[in-house]
Structures are given as structure tokens and as C-alpha cells.
């Protein structure tokens, strides 16, 4: 059974930073493409960052690009997502997940064919 776990998140000040992690388990871990989506009770699923863990590509969402970096420890089955210059608009849930499928498949899916935890409340205040 696939796990996952984000934590990580908080309340900061417009251009704080935070680091999110994200613990996995119960699948081969180089296999999938882990990353983030943040989504909001009632609102609409955003994609955030991925990585493909087969050969290291990434994607970062526009809305965060220059700002925000996913990363992973492949032997320890972790994921990071560092959040530099934050804004009010990155107030959501952030959510860990994975994918079978390549980066660019991911981020147009926005991992709705794979897995994921109960995220983690990042609040950006002005």
C-alpha cells in the first residue's frame, strides 16, 4: 500500500520561507514521479512541482517558478519542496503524491492517477 506524509507547513510573513517533507513508503521508489499539488476545500486542484525520480527531470508550476524547488533523498524515500518569497497566493493545502507516469504527464493530470496523503496548511499572511 502506497503512504504518504507531508508536513512541514505553517503560518509565515509575504516572503518567508518554509520546507515541506514528505515521507513515502509501500512502492519502488525510483519508479514514480513524487512531487506536490496544493488544493483548498471546495477549490480546484493546482499542481505545484514533480520530480521524476528515473532520471531527475522536474516541472515547476509558473505560479511558483524561481520561487519554489522540489527534491528528493532517493535512499531515505523522501521529498522536499523548498517555498522562498512566499505570497499570500501560495495559501492552501499542500499535498505529497505520486505517479507512475512521466514529469510532463504529471503535470497535466495533476496526479489524479496516482496516490496521495492528507497534505500539510501552508498560510502566508500579508
Known amino acids: 500500500e502506497v503512504q504518504l506524509q507531508a508536513c512541514g507547513g505553517g503560518l509565515v510573513q509575504t516572503g518567508g520561507s518554509l520546507r515541506l517533507s514528505c515521507a513515502a513508503s509501500?512502492?519502488?521508489?525510483?519508479?514514480?514521479?513524487i512531487g506536490w499539488f496544493r488544493q483548498a476545500p471546495g477549490k480546484e486542484r493546482e499542481g505545484v512541482a514533480c520530480?521524476?525520480?528515473?532520471?531527475?527531470?522536474?516541472y515547476i508550476a509558473g505560479s511558483v517558478r524561481g520561487r519554489f524547488t522540489v527534491s528528493t533523498d532517493d535512499s531515505q524515500n523522501m521529498a522536499y519542496l523548498q517555498m522562498n518569497s512566499l505570497k499570500p497566493e501560495d495559501t492552501n493545502g499542500y499535498y505529497c503524491?505520486?505517479?507512475?507516469?512521466?514529469?510532463?504527464?504529471?503535470?497535466?493530470?495533476?496526479?489524479?492517477?496516482?496516490?496521495w496523503g492528507r497534505g500539510t496548511q501552508v498560510t502566508v499572511s500579508s
Open positions: 503524491a505520486v505517479d507512475e507516469n512521466p514529469v510532463q504527464v504529471v503535470a497535466a493530470t495533476l496526479f489524479k492517477l496516482g496516490s
Open positions: 509501500g512502492f519502488r521508489f525510483n519508479d514514480y514521479t
Open positions: 520530480k521524476q525520480l528515473s532520471d531527475g527531470s522536474t
